[in-house]
């Protein structure tokens, strides 16, 4: 089982819909929650991140962590042409007794705004 | 600021062959890393660097070395090319290894190894 696991699409849905994306994971020692956003033939673009559950906002954007189910989502409000892209999640935990970090992301999934 | 630059954009190699991916940032950045993508595996690490001097393996190291000279620079070195070892890579850097929940990510380098 993958720690990090997230739909692929591909998802299509028209102009100014609400867009939900999400992820679950099995590591409930993950501490922080990233969504990616990466247009095509270009590199991972860093979109919000949060370490706590609930709800954090950026505009159009809305993070929502939900831990005791292991389940993040990223919400797209009156969804745009312009956030057509691949958007991956991220998840971040401290390895216990190496004090190192070690980030794992899902597959990515390839969502479409159709005018 | 140019924030993290790659180069090649694109490369094809043959079974056997070396090369060297270049990356280079300009935001003082200590904590510097390489992963791979690939189709449904999404990215993995090969390796990454908390300074320079200082080098290690990620989750899929074998084929590839690093060095880091200098904070600015941390270049990826494939010793004999593989058809396996076709990908896009790319770089990504932080302000330091704690900080990695807010990691810079380069434009990529595609790879085609035949």
């Known amino acids: 089982q993958k720690e990090v696991e997230q739909d692929p699409g591909p998802l299509s849905v028209p102009e100014g819909a609400i867009v939900s994306l999400n992820c679950t994971y099995s590591n409930s020692a993950f501490q922080y929650f990233m969504w990616y956003r990466q247009y095509s033939r270009k590199g991972p673009e860093l979109l919000m991140y949060?370490?706590?559950?609930g709800n954090k906002e950026d505009g159009r954007f809305t993070a929502q962590v939900d831990k005791s189910s292991k389940y993040i989502s990223l919400f797209i409000r009156d969804s745009q042409p312009s956030d057509s892209a691949t958007y991956l999640c991220a998840m971040l935990v401290l390895t216990p007794g190496e004090g190192a970090q070690k980030l794992v992301f899902g597959q990515g999934t390839r969502l479409t705004i159709n005018p | 600021n140019a924030g993290v630059t790659q180069t090649p954009k694109f490369q094809v190699l043959k079974t056997g062959q070396s090369m060297t991916l270049q990356c280079a940032q300009d935001?003082?950045?200590?904590?510097m890393s390489w992963y791979r993508q690939d189709p449904g595996m999404g990215l993995r690490l090969i390796h990454y660097s908390v300074g320079a001097g200082i080098t290690d393996q990620g989750e899929v190291p074998n084929g590839y070395n690093v060095s880091r000279s200098t904070t600015e620079d941390f270049p990826l070195r494939l010793l004999s090319a593989a058809p396996s070892q076709t990908s896009v890579y790319f770089c990504a850097s932080s302000y330091s290894e704690g900080y990695q929940e807010t990691q810079y990510f380069g434009p990529g380098t595609r790879l085609l190894v035949l």
């Open positions: 935001m003082n950045h200590e904590y």
């Open positions: 949060t370490y706590s559950s």
